[in-house]
């Protein structure tokens, strides 16, 4: 298995990843907390909702790419990326050095999720600091714990929802293997419009050790007909 300490994740990833410490999966579900900063959370369309629905506009899991090539229809902003082999699974390999922050743009430009510039929305994990946050430019808006279980996939879903001139709704979950939980690890509603922009994914590696990435999707808000 793999370990990492710093991912800075827009929208959606699964990494097979391991933390240094063995108590961190038996910490996982004790220290593990759920923060709603979000009073409209109930509002939040939900991939099939009466008046809005998500559709799938990107989606990529590597299978149809050979293994040590880049991926064409990645944007690499920084560092080595290339599909490697991961048991009978292809994904999409960072190597553990050098050392530094690296990433890549990846699917359409949506109104609904994704980066949106220097000054969009990160969702950051950190296992060595042992939490979660939601940045948006230099301001950390919500930062909860979360342990990262040693020798398992983490799966990231990460939401923007723009409410025009209102703000946006800005919501995340994180959870290891099995069944996406039902309530959202941060969920925030913020007072500044968001225009929406490119999805992007970021790793620093650690300890000379490879971050993996796999089953990218993009997701956009659209009306019901």
């Not at 990262?148 to 001139?165: I, M, Q, Y």
Request: charged fraction near 25%; aromatic fraction near 10%; glycine fraction near 12%.
């Amino acid at each position: 298995m793999h370990k990492a300490v710093w991912l800075f994740i827009i929208l959606a990833f699964g990494g097979c990843v391991s933390t240094s410490g063995p108590e961190a999966a038996e910490e996982l579900e004790e220290e593990n907390v759920t923060v709603v900063a979000d009073p409209f959370l109930k509002q939040v369309a939900t991939e099939d909702s009466g008046s809005a629905k998500w559709k799938m506009v990107y989606e990529i899991d590597f299978s149809g790419n050979a293994v040590g090539e880049e991926p064409e229809d990645l944007f690499i902003l920084d560092g080595s990326f290339s599909v490697q082999q991961e048991g009978g699974n292809k994904v999409l390999s960072l190597p553990g050095t050098p050392v530094g922050d690296f990433g890549f743009l990846f699917g359409p430009r949506v109104k609904a999720a994704g980066l949106g510039g220097v000054n969009g929305y990160r969702l950051r994990l950190n296992a060595a600091a042992r939490n979660l946050q939601l940045i948006r430019g230099d301001e950390t808006l919500v930062t909860v714990p979360y342990v990262w279980a040693s020798g398992k996939w983490t799966n990231l879903t990460f939401r923007a929802e723009s409410k025009g001139d209102e703000g946006a709704i800005v919501s995340a979950k994180v959870w290891s293997e099995g069944d996406e939980p039902a309530v959202w690890s941060i969920s925030h509603e913020d007072n500044d419009p968001f225009a929406g922009g490119k999805c992007s994914l970021w790793g620093l590696p650690y300890a000379s050790t490879e971050i993996l990435f796999d089953d990218l999707k993009v997701l956009a808000l659209e009306s019901a007909e």
